[in-house]
Nanobody, 124 residues
Framework: QVQLVQSAGGLVQAGGSLRLSCAASGRTFSNYAMGWFRQAPGKEREFVAAVSSWWNGGTTRYADSVKGRFTISRDNAKNTVYLQMNSLKPEDTALYYC???????????????WGQGTQVTVSS
């Protein structure tokens, strides 16, 4: 059974930083793409960042809204994916979800497993 277990989020002031982690189990982690989505109150869930599997080169992709501020990385030895969030803005406030899938992750339809969600709140 595949499980994605996310670390706790938190409350941070605008301009601050936070790192999320997501530990995966139940299948060969390195063979799958990993990513992050978020859902703000009253809005649809949106793509944030993704990193491909090792055999796809571990390439990264970002939503335009987070480029240059967020960094996704994966540690295949620890079966963990991270999202380093810097220069946080109030509009980054959302429930953040870890995601995994067999191919490139940018659409919800490409995700086959989700984490439980982690609240990130950025105060102004």
């Amino acid at each position: 059974q595949v499980q994605l277990v996310q670390s706790a989020g938190g409350l941070v002031q605008a301009g601050g930083s936070l790192r999320l982690s997501c530990a995966a189990s139940g299948r060969t982690f390195s063979n799958y793409a990993m990513g992050w989505f978020r859902q703000a109150p009253g809005k649809e869930r949106e793509f944030v960042a993704a990193v491909s599997s090792w055999w796809n080169g571990g390439t990264t992709r970002y939503a335009d809204s987070v480029k240059g501020r967020f960094t996704i990385s994966r540690d295949n030895a620890k079966n963990t994916v991270y999202l380093q969030m810097n220069s946080l803005k109030p509009e980054d406030t959302a429930l953040y979800y870890c995601a995994s899938g067999p191919a490139a992750i940018e659409l919800e339809s490409t995700v086959d497993y989700w984490g439980q969600g982690t609240q990130v709140t950025v105060s102004s």
